[in-house]
């Protein structure tokens, strides 16, 4: 099962997650710029992208669209100030894409003003650690 971990981040906190994803799967944690692309086909893309305005970034769809053929199955996660998340707008754009995606997502609070201090947290971690060894054993 090969496994591979990009992420979109502006302020670190989805990097965090990204860094928990990589480091539970043993790969590495790759930033989506506008030169990201999957190298092979991959069995689990996990994708992480917080919100913006209500919006995953457009570099975030912009890899997804490029990457569409490789991506076997797509995992989401990502963080947010109000608790909403990206994952059915990717979900929707991936499908649309003839992707398959994960049932399930993961998101928890991010830093953002005056709200969320120090999310993720060590806690937020363990979650998305967990997930990400979930998807994987689901995807056996
Ligand atoms: C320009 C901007 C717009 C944002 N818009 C939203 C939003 O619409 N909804 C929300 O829940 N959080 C919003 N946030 C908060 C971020 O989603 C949150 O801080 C997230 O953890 C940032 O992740 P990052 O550090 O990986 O970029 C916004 C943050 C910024 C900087």
Do not use: W
């Not at 992208?49 to 209500?54: M, P, Q």
């Not at 991936?94 to 060590?122: Q, S, T, W």
């Not at 363990?126 to 994987?136: C, D, E, L, N, S």
């Amino acid at each position: 099962m090969t496994t591979e971990v990009f992420y979109y981040s502006r302020s670190g906190n989805t990097k965090k997650l990204a860094e928990a994803v990589a480091g539970a799967l043993g790969v590495s944690a790759n930033e989506i710029t506008e030169t990201a692309e999957l190298s092979e086909k991959t069995d689990v893309v996990y994708v992480g992208s917080s919100l913006y305005a209500g919006s995953p970034d457009k570099s975030v769809y912009d890899f997804i669209d490029k990457n569409a053929d490789k991506i076997g199955m797509l995992a989401v996660f990502g963080s947010s100030a109000s608790g909403n998340s990206t994952y059915k707008k990717l979900k929707a754009f991936a499908e649309a894409r003839g992707i398959h995606v994960f049932e399930k997502f993961y998101n928890c609070p991010g830093h953002f003003l005056f709200m969320h201090k120090d999310r993720p947290d060590e806690n937020d971690l363990k979650g998305i650690a967990q997930f990400a060894r979930v998807v994987r054993y689901k995807s056996l």
